[in-house]
């Protein structure tokens, strides 16, 4: 190597040490993980739930530390629906319905599901009685961060001449544009289902789901889910009674349209028993969705699942690998946060009932398997809810008995593989009289998640909230500029 060669060599480490030395910037990222933090009671609801009995039904998370969850309390005399927001961080008072008890004449009303579009926007349902003996469906918006007050459904009135009516499920695509499916009893005492669509923030009038009242022969139609996509483009399923017995379906709204409800292809065949219900629906994108549910054949009840490609709802298949864990079974729910990518949760049935995953990897739903962990907390189990935030991250929740009552539990999953259940930091604590289930999760992006549920104390049934923390920002610090007096410099 020649001189001048080496000189340019010095001369190019120089400048990439000078320029370090100018930029001064160093990258600390953190060491921890996001973390499930402490259980802790609902703020406010033990003073308004005098009769002491809780049902913490559901949560929807929009953004870290942003979240909305619902449920009823009893108040002394009457079961009533509460709301409460978590805002920045810090879950809020939970509070009575806004206007329910207006509505609510007869006193008994809950709130089953809330669905929220961004920070402070939200549409909830549920039911109340009129006081005429009247079961009726109601909704209440939250418009910029101020829950509204409930008003009834528009229509469901008009349908449920069987004077009953209920809202079990809602999903909001943008603040404004929601749907929202639920039952009512028709004139001859059957009971049917409803769709309603919320656009531009105006709730439409509700309809009998087009073409159910056909398949629904006996009369004995319940709700399943109902998911949406896309303004305008949602899924939702349920059961219906045949003359057959009872059947699962689907019904689809394509661009604001609600089609014709159709029995689950293939599912027939498989529900050689007459016992099949749709309990789950996740739609990713417009024309993707997935659905899971439970039929019966000679050994019992049986899990299912069947995806919808492209706009084409496929053949139901029996959930691989279920049948094998257990003599019976069945899927509860599941999350699909990109096309051919869920996760879903339910139980098999081995003496005892114990809570199980299945997962779907590129369009390919894999076997079921046992949760990880969770028979080291309890010989049997069971499973409430999932959340997915990504293809290869979710958190779901449940309840676990070690033999002295039961618990609630979360467990992740994280670069596709799920961890072990571990039991909800806190409730242990607060569940004195042994029966504890976390009921409902949701994740926000980067898995900020919270979950909702239930625990037994000395003062009855009360209900409780846990939250996962994102790990801190990477932090950045700044040095001032300096020359390096070893830095060589080129004088020619």
């Given at each position: 190597m020649t001189g001048y060669d080496m000189l340019v060599r010095k001369l190019l480490a120089g400048i990439a040490a000078l320029a370090i030395v100018l930029t001064?910037?160093?990258?600390?990222?953190?060491?921890?993980?996001?973390?499930?933090?402490?259980?802790?009671?609902?703020?406010?609801?033990?003073?308004?739930?005098?009769?002491?009995?809780?049902?913490?039904?559901?949560?929807?998370?929009?953004?870290?530390?942003?979240?909305?969850?619902?449920?009823?309390?009893?108040?002394?005399?009457?079961?009533?629906?509460?709301?409460?927001?978590?805002?920045?961080?810090?879950?809020?008072?939970?509070?009575?319905?806004?206007?329910?008890?207006?509505?609510?004449?007869?006193?008994?009303?809950?709130?089953?599901?809330?669905?929220?579009?961004?920070?402070?926007?939200?549409?909830?349902?549920?039911?109340?009685?009129?006081?005429?003996?009247?079961?009726?469906?109601?909704?209440?918006?939250?418009?910029?961060?101020?829950?509204?007050?409930?008003?009834?459904?528009?229509?469901?009135?008009?349908?449920?001449?069987?004077?009953?009516?209920?809202?079990?499920?809602?999903?909001?695509?943008?603040?404004?544009?929601c749907s929202a499916l639920g039952q009512y009893m028709d004139g001859s005492s059957n009971f049917q289902l409803f769709v309603v669509d919320r656009v531009a923030g105006v709730w439409q009038d509700a309809i009998p789901v087009p073409g159910l009242i056909a398949l629904n022969q006996n009369g004995q139609a319940e709700s399943g889910g109902i998911s949406c996509s896309s303004d305008g483009n949602c899924s939702a399923g349920g059961s219906y009674s045949a003359t057959s017995g009872n059947q699962g379906f689907v019904v689809d709204r394509v661009s604001g349209v609600w089609q014709t409800a159709a029995p689950i292809p293939g599912l027939e065949a498989l529900n050689v028993a007459n016992v099949a219900a749709v309990n789950d629906l996740s739609c990713s994108s417009t024309g993707n969705c997935s659905a899971v549910g439970k039929f019966r054949n000679g050994s019992g009840d049986q899990g299912f699942v069947v995806d919808r490609v492209a706009g084409v709802w496929q053949s139901a298949i029996a959930a691989p690998g279920l049948a094998s864990l257990g003599t019976r079974g069945e899927v509860w729910a599941l999350s699909c946060p990109l096309d051919g990518d869920c996760s879903a949760v339910g139980i098999a049935v081995v003496g005892d009932l114990f809570a199980v995953t299945i997962d779907r990897i590129g369009g390919v739903w894999q076997s079921a398997q046992a949760i990880p962990g969770l028979a080291d907390l309890g010989p049997a189990s069971g499973v409430s809810g999932i959340s997915c935030w990504n293809a290869l991250n979710c958190?779901?929740?449940?309840?676990?008995?070690?033999?002295?009552?039961?618990?609630?539990?979360?467990?992740?999953?994280?670069?596709?593989?799920?961890?072990?259940?571990?039991?909800?930091?806190?409730?242990?604590?607060?569940?004195?009289?042994?029966?504890?289930?976390?009921?409902?999760?949701?994740?926000?992006?980067?898995?900020?998640?919270?979950?909702?549920?239930?625990?037994?104390s000395g003062g009855g049934r009360q209900g409780f909230v846990v939250d996962r923390q994102l790990p801190p920002e990477p932090t950045t610090t700044t040095t001032s500029p300096s020359l390096d007096p070893t830095v060589p410099v080129f004088t020619g």
């Open positions: 001064g910037l160093t990258v600390t990222a953190s060491a921890t993980a996001g973390e499930w933090g402490d259980a802790l009671p609902v703020p406010g609801l033990a003073a308004l739930n005098l009769g002491n009995y809780v049902d913490v039904f559901s949560v929807s998370c929009t953004s870290p530390g942003n979240c909305s969850a619902v449920g009823r309390y009893n108040d002394g005399s009457a079961q009533q629906g509460f709301l409460v927001d978590r805002v920045g961080g810090a879950w809020q008072q939970a509070v009575p319905v806004p206007g329910l008890g207006a509505l609510d004449v007869g006193r008994n009303s809950a709130v089953r599901e809330v669905s929220c579009s961004s920070d402070g926007n939200c549409s909830a349902v549920g039911n109340y009685n009129d006081g005429s003996g009247l079961a009726s469906a109601f909704v209440v918006d939250r418009v910029g961060g101020v829950w509204q007050n409930a008003v009834p459904i528009p229509g469901v009135a008009a349908l449920a001449i069987g004077q009953y009516g209920l809202a079990s499920s809602v999903s909001c695509t943008s603040d404004g544009n958190s779901m929740t449940g309840s676990y008995n070690p033999g002295s009552g039961y618990e609630g539990f979360v467990v992740d999953r994280v670069g596709g593989v799920w961890q072990s259940a571990a039991p909800i930091a806190g409730l242990a604590g607060l569940n004195t009289g042994h029966d504890a289930q976390g009921t409902s999760i949701s994740c926000a992006a980067g898995g900020a998640c919270s979950v909702g549920g239930n625990f037994e």
